[in-house]
T-cell receptor, first 115, second 117 residues
Framework: QKEVEQNSGPLSVPEGAIASLNCTYS??????FFWYRQYSGKSPELIMF????GDKEDGRFTAQLNKASQYVSLLIRDSQPSDSATYLC???????????????FGQGTTLQVKP | GAGVSQSPRYKVAKRGQDVALRCDPI?????LFWYQQALGQGPEFLTY????????KSGLPSDRFFAERPEGSVSTLKIQRTQQEDSAVYLC???????????????FGEGSWLTVV
């Protein structure tokens, strides 16, 4: 079992719809959770982070965390064609003698928003 | 520079050739990471530096991979005797502090695309 799992997709939604991206993780010691967006041929770009159970909203994006279920999700409201990209879930798994901030990534979910 | 800079952007190497990939992190950033990203996959952690100290190299796939950051700024990832399975994008990332926190964003460079033929 991989440490961070995502459905590779593609997830296809019409413009204006809500896109829901999901991620599960295996290490209960995980403390912080990140969503990165990666356009084809580009580097990952941080769009959201969440540390506490519940919802965190930032503009059209909402991150949801449920530590008991080891589940984190990203909702994108009013999806736009420009949101079409791969969305990477990343988890910080502390360990060793220092909390290095090392991130473990899922394989990413490809989102396609159709006009 | 304003962001994490990597060079070369693209490299084609013949199998067995040695390659060196350079990363220039954001000025003042303490933490530096190297990741390997194969096509269609998420980035896989390779190694981590805190200033000049390499504190975690658990992700390096073999002893052909070597990384250094001698003065705590620029880092080089060296791959010896390249193999076809080494073909991937090598991403460098940096962050200001050490611990993961709300303000400690990890910034990625554009990557070095390595193709081994």
């Amino acid at each position: 079992q991989k440490e961070v799992e995502q459905n590779s997709g593609p997830l296809s939604v019409p413009e204006g719809a809500i896109a829901s991206l999901n991620c599960t993780y295996s290490d209960r010691g995980s403390q912080s959770f990140f969503w990165y967006r990666q356009y084809s041929g580009k580097s990952p770009e941080l769009i959201m982070f969440i540390y506490s159970n519940g919802d965190k909203e930032d503009g059209r994006f909402t991150a949801q965390l449920n530590k008991a279920s080891q589940y984190v999700s990203l909702l994108i409201r009013d999806s736009q064609p420009s949101d079409s990209a791969t969305y990477l879930c990343a988890v910080n798994i502390p360990g060793g003698s220092s909390n290095t901030g090392k991130l473990i990534f899922g394989q990413g979910t490809t989102l396609q928003v159709k006009p | 520079g304003a962001g994490v800079s990597q060079s070369p952007r693209y490299k084609v190497a013949k199998r067995g050739q040695d390659v060196a990939l350079r990363c220039d992190p954001i000025s003042g950033h303490v933490s530096l990471f190297w990741y390997q990203q194969a096509l269609g996959q998420g980035p896989e952690f390779l190694t981590y530096f805190q200033n000049e100290a390499q504190l975690d190299k658990s992700g390096l796939p073999s002893d052909r991979f070597f990384a250094e950051r001698p003065e705590g700024s620029v880092s080089t990832l060296k791959i010896q005797r390249t193999q076809q399975e080494d073909s991937a994008v090598y991403l460098c990332a940096s962050s200001l502090w050490v611990q993961a926190s709300s303000g400690n964003t990890i910034y990625f460079g554009e990557g070095s695309w390595l193709t081994v033929v």
